[in-house]
């Protein structure tokens, strides 16, 4: 109310203080009642409009978009941080590692933030074993993001880390664990490998993707402006579930062994390939399971694509004579013949339009049925099957296993090919009983000698001991029902006419574990020649299944070797390799021979 | 100098009315019931007609002094010192109390983050010390380095077998491990 000097004297005009009107006469006239009240009404429709507007933006700030901003507010403060899962270890019966999983970080750049591309290449070159040229190119690139190098070691990222500011800018790093395989190629093919999305794509890797992999977690806390947690704020953190750890029934050190008889094997010039396994024979635990040409895990991608598969499951071939030991076994637990029972074996047998003959076609003998396996006689096998009849000895081929899944834990099983006996023509019929027109993979043929060796009772094979989860608790792999498949006295009469064919007299003396009574049978069947879709050039298959001591076994040993190019028979190639795998298994198995003389063996009477 | 006096004058009034209806209640219960044991409760108050009347009466002012608002304010600050005392040294305190429980707490978490950076770095030196004894401990590298130490593969071992009548039976042949070739380590498989 107090008037400035200025301004009054401006309006006034006249110099003198004088007011110029009088206190409260501002207006001559007075506004009248209507005046004043509209003036009134339009002020509150004003303040109205306003606190309307005000309100309402209100609600539809709280009400209607209210979720949405105060989760753009927490978003803001709230950092959400990946934590990966340890994904499991694998490792062998005795807990010797065979796949783990270490820390190691990707190194990525954001170009745009990179000031001296070649500066900064030229400090990671020798750290990441990156040629500059790369490096430089990578980090000129336009975009916000690149790759400079995947699994690089923790200590190699602190490194790094401690550049210099100036050379490091712009450098960013990613979880990116790496799986390593101590062991390398020993147990590869079943171990399996790890593709670079963190899935399993091969072996144990693949079947125990879920239990190896565990769960991701996340970190999402909350932090203040400069990105730092705040302590006792809020922290919505779910920890991570570590993959769990898969033991294997294997044995690292006869793996090892094993793998490294067979490389020597592939290594003689003839052998394409070549697998094996070992059985334990009261568990049907394998105790060892190799192919060759092996591959090493760590680098499968370095190897040809067709070798990443683990042929001992996935590989069929036909077995030759060690199927013999199927069909004599139906016999026998047919009642159609003993061990003693002899028979009239000719030189050669007419099935359909075909004509089998044995290794040597030669005049009438009077074999022995433990002969005519000892001798490995075609002719006899054939006879002895025709007795048990077609359907009768399918449903023995299938209930030693032939012609399905054994349901091991490996990806890529195969179950052979068995036609049903309905299909079978003359020829297939004598075909059969000696182990040809069948395919089987070795494993199969393992798990026949393995229901031999344990009284008739088949224990599919398992290659998994047991689960043990992130929190410590074990649990025992699934084992499936044994089943009886021919009766004790057959399996007894089986595996002492088995050891005839081992030792003197047989067709695999080579397959002698020094001190050791011995079982087991070779087995050489055409291989199809690819080229011509033939037996002829297409050389062999030769296979040695086995097992010892023959008074008490313990181990089953199934040996195959694929050799196109090569007559060699089962006895002279695969049986020693059957007997160092064998002698090996049985002395760091801590077997002890129990003394027991190896009992003479009626092979033909006169 | 007058209200307080007023107050204290209506209060004695108040209080003496009080005590006289307690008097004259208690003697009315003494009249009327005799036994006094209930003396103090309810009753008194129940009773409600008490000749207050006579007892309260107005108190003329007795003096009317312009210095009274001072006299007053000086009283009541004189009171309120000790009040605004307290207040201040709580608001101090808890300040204090705050400042020292969030530097308390700024500490533990810096602290728990370098404990928690010596962890991950611990933990890092174990996985990689871990990595090489698994290393170290392959069948494969074992074989290399007992190779390289001049060990060799043993030959075939035969058993000496207790019969039951005590005599002993020699199964298998021994056969001695070829000597050690001087030759670089066998190559491992997969290598």
């Not at chain 2, 035969?158 to 298998?172: E, F, N, R, Y």
């Amino acid at each position: 109310m107090r008037r400035t000097p200025g301004r009054g004297i401006g309006p006034a005009g006249r110099g003198d203080l004088r007011p110029r009107r009088e206190a409260g006469s501002r207006r001559r006239q007075p506004l009248g009642m209507l005046q004043r009240d509209q003036r009134n009404r339009w002020g509150l429709v004003f303040l109205i409009a306003l606190l309307v507007v005000v309100v309402g933006r209100l609600v539809v700030l709280q009400g209607v978009d209210g979720a949405s901003y105060a989760q753009a507010a927490t978003n803001d403060r709230m950092r959400t941080y990946p934590i990966e899962a340890v994904r499991g270890e694998i490792t062998d019966h005795t807990g010797n590692v065979l796949a783990y999983s270490v820390d190691a970080e990707r190194v990525t750049a954001d170009p745009s933030v990179v000031t001296d591309p070649t500066r900064t290449a030229l400090a990671l070159t020798t750290l990441l074993g990156v040629p500059v040229a790369d490096l430089v190119e990578k980090l000129s690139r336009d975009g916000r993001y690149v790759v400079l190098a995947d699994q690089v070691a923790t200590d190699v990222t602190d490194q790094v880390r401690a550049l210099p500011l100036a050379t490091r800018a712009g450098l960013a790093f990613e979880d990116d664990p790496v799986r390593l395989y101590p062991a390398g190629a020993v147990g590869g093919q079943v171990v399996g490998f790890v593709g670079k999305d963190g899935g399993g794509l091969a072996g144990i890797e693949q079947t125990y993707q879920d239990v190896l992999a565990g769960t991701d977690g996340e970190k999402r806390v909350e932090v203040d402006g400069s990105g730092n947690q705040i302590p006792s704020g809020i922290d919505e953190s779910t920890s991570a579930t570590d993959g769990g750890t898969v033991q294997l029934t294997l044995d690292e050190d006869l793996q090892f062994v094993v793998q490294q008889r067979l490389d020597a094997a592939c290594a003689d010039g003839a052998t394409k390939s070549a697998s094996a396994v070992v059985l334990d024979v009261h568990t049907g635990e394998v105790a060892a399971m190799a192919g060759c040409p092996g591959y090493d895990p760590g680098h499968y991608n370095e190897t040809d694509p067709d070798l990443l598969g683990n042929p001992v499951v996935s590989d069929v071939y036909e077995p030759g004579s060690v199927m013999k030991a199927v069909t004599l076994a139906a016999a026998i637990d047919q009642g159609k013949a003993t061990k003693d029972t002899v028979l009239d074996v000719n030189g050669h047998i007419q099935a359909g339009d075909a004509v089998v003959t044995d290794a040597h076609d030669h005049a009438p003998i009077k074999f022995t049925v433990t002969g005519i396996l000892a001798k490995s006689s075609n002719v006899g096998a054939i006879m002895l099957a025709r007795e048990v009849g077609n359907s009768t000895l399918e449903r023995y081929l299938r209930a030693f296993g032939i012609g399905s899944e054994t349901g091991i834990e490996l990806p890529g099983e195969s179950a052979g090919i068995l036609e049903p006996s309905a299909d079978w023509t003359e020829s297939r019929a004598a075909n059969v009983p000696i182990g040809q027109g069948v395919s089987v993979t070795t494993l199969q043929m393992a798990s026949v000698y393995q229901t031999l060796a344990n009284g008739g009772v088949r224990i599919p094979p398992r290659v998994v001991s047991s689960v043990t989860a992130a929190d410590g608790t074990v649990t025992a792999a699934p084992r499936p029902a044994a089943t009886r498949v021919v009766s004790a006295d057959t399996a007894g009469q089986l595996t002492y006419m088995l050891e005839a064919v081992v030792g003197k007299g047989g067709t695999a003396p080579l397959g002698e574990v020094d001190g050791f009574r011995v079982v087991g049978k070779t087995g050489t069947a055409q291989r199809a020649n690819p080229d011509c879709g033939c037996y002829a050039g297409g050389g062999y298959f030769t296979t040695f299944v086995g097992y010892a001591p023959a008074d008490d076994p313990q181990y089953v040993v199934a040996v195959d070797l694929e050799r196109p190019t090569s007559e060699a028979e089962g006895g002279q190639v695969a049986a020693p390799v059957f007997s160092d795998v064998m002698r090996y298994a049985l002395t760091a198995g801590g077997v002890v021979p129990s003394g027991t003389p190896r009992p003479t063996f009626t092979l033909q009477v006169d | 100098m007058t209200q307080p006096a007023r107050t204290s004058s209506a209060r004695t009034a108040r209080s003496s009315a009080r005590s006289t209806a307690r008097t004259s209640a208690r003697s009315t219960s003494r009249a009327t019931t005799g036994p006094v044991h209930v003396p103090r409760t309810g009753p008194t108050r129940r009773t409600g007609a008490v000749p207050s009347g006579p007892h309260l009466r107005l108190v003329p002012p007795a003096r009317t002094t312009p210095t009274r608002v001072p006299a007053r304010a000086r009283r009541t600050g004189r009171r309120r010192a000790p009040f605004v005392a307290l207040l201040v040294g709580l608001l101090v305190a808890t300040v204090l109390g705050l400042l020292l429980l969030n530097t308390a707490v700024a500490v533990d978490s810096l602290d728990a983050t370098q404990q928690r950076q010596a962890n991950a770095e611990q933990a890092e030196e174990v996985a990689r010390l871990e990595q090489q004894v698994i290393a170290a401990d392959t069948a494969a590298e074992l074989a290399r380095v007992a190779t390289a130490a001049g060990l060799v593969p043993p030959g075939a071992a035969a058993h000496l077998v207790l019969q039951p009548d005590g005599s002993s039976v020699l199964l298998g042949t021994a056969t001695p491990a070829p000597p050690a070739v001087p030759a670089p380590a066998t190559p491992t498989p997969g290598d």
